[in-house]
């Protein structure tokens, strides 16, 4: 049976395998962290349809995109409910897919903590780029002197969503990065006056 996890290997890879090998059958994925079930059929190689939970065709597809950690297995011979996905070259859906996927990765890594301190880069261009007008006050507030939890109250906005916005800033690059307070060294006191600072050799201490 082929099955694995998109862990191991890519989730465009693996419908890549299957249509280049002209395989019919369903791609049966369960990803545990999205308490999600979702398949995809495939008909002589060509993707016919997708569906995670409600969602059919595209919106399903982009749903299965989010899986961080799906298992997956192909179970030959099962025939497609509907053809959702027909009309839509299988290589184009296999590349959108890729790229989808390569997005939400991008975001992940660029989601700051909660401690992390922001910096509004003003010469970054926002072409493009879809924000309303209270996301874009939160640069505003990312002035470098507020960590992202008192961005978050300022605003008057739950964390999580202001997490999720920050991270499409940072992924654009109109965000930088500074230490986050949980991540700074603590300054180191200074000697008492008159008191002499240890000594070593070679790694000792030298009393």
Wanted: with cysteine; net charge negative.
């Amino acid at each position: 049976m082929f099955a694995g996890t998109i862990s191991q290997i890519a989730l465009a890879e693996v419908c890549r395998l299957l249509s280049a090998s002209n395989q019919s059958g369903v791609l049966n994925l369960l990803s545990p962290q999205e308490e999600g079930h979702a398949r995809i059929f495939f008909q002589a190689g060509q993707i016919m349809h997708a569906g995670a939970g409600e969602l059919n065709g595209l919106d399903a597809l982009s749903e299965i995109c989010r899986y961080t950690d799906a298992a997956f297995a192909f179970e030959t011979g099962v025939v497609a409910p509907a053809q959702t996905l027909a009309a839509y070259p299988t290589a184009k859906l296999i590349e959108k897919i890729r790229q989808h996927m390569d997005q939400l990765q991008a975001l992940r890594v660029a989601t700051p903590d909660p401690a992390d301190i922001l910096n509004y880069n003003p010469g970054a261009s926002l072409a493009g780029l879809e924000a309303t007008a209270d996301d874009l006050s939160l640069l505003l507030l990312c002035n470098g002197s507020r960590d992202v939890n008192e961005v978050a109250k300022v605003a008057n906005r739950s964390l999580g969503d202001v997490l999720k916005t920050l991270a499409r800033f940072r992924a654009a690059g109109i965000l930088d990065l500074q230490k986050g307070a949980s991540t700074q060294t603590t300054p180191v006191a200074p000697a008492a006056e008159g008191s002499q600072s240890p000594r070593y050799w070679r790694g000792r201490l030298v009393e």
